[in-house]
């Protein structure tokens, strides 16, 4: 018994740390040796519950993406409940997929604002495995809710919705990435008070630019403009 209890803490330490470092230096800058230093266990011990770096990083994320996913799902499906039958509102599609992502944010026991930045950084510069292992994460959460945007907004095309998803993904994972970024690339200054740490003034910042880019004036393609005037 104690032997087990041992053995899920030094794996949980394993993934913490992997989590922090992760985050802080990318998959690529993190070396198993600095995971092993910050975790205080040697490389036999990453190797038995993990078997390599690239497993390592999977068990990062699934051990928050289940929970995130099955939560997701959960509001969805109490929704879609609620609504017997009709469409949702879009601000309840967006809410329960990138709102609850961002409300985990608050909770340290769901990896908190470590795991927010460290969505933000693997998206916005992932490897193709990364890559490949998350579209494989979220395929069925995110076919769900984009049959729940299809059903919410007849009147826009299909293509215009998945792109406008797209969008919507990318404008997240930049803004859970940290402002560290948005100084780099604007100059801009950014009170301390609006950080991305202050997730009450991010939440809903971020809802209302999202909603604004999925409910947008439908774009006008150059052969399409060429025709109207014909």
Known sequence: MVEAVR???TR??????AERLFMAHGYDGTSMRQITGEAGVNLAAVNYHFGSKESLIQ??????LDWLNEERMRILNELESEADGKALKPSQIVDGFFGTMLRMAGDENRGGITFLRLMGRTLTE?????????AHEYKVVLDRYKEALFQALPDVPKAE????????????SYAIAGTDALRLVTDWQIEKEDSVDRLDRLLPRLMSFLLG?????LPQFPEEAASDGE
Not at 12 to 17: A, G, P, Q, V
Not at 161 to 172: D, E, N, P, S, Y
Not at 213 to 217: F, N, S, V
Request: hydrophobic letters at 50%.
């Open 7 to 9: 053995l899920i803490d």
């Open 12 to 17: 949980e330490r394993i993934l913490d740390s």
């Open 59 to 64: 068990e990062v994320f699934r051990r928050r």
């Open 126 to 134: 992932p490897s193709e495995f990364i890559r490949a292992f998350l």
């Open 161 to 172: 919705i998945v792109w406008r998803f797209h969008f919507m993904l990318g404008a997240t």
């Open 213 to 217: 880019g999925l409910r947008a004036q």
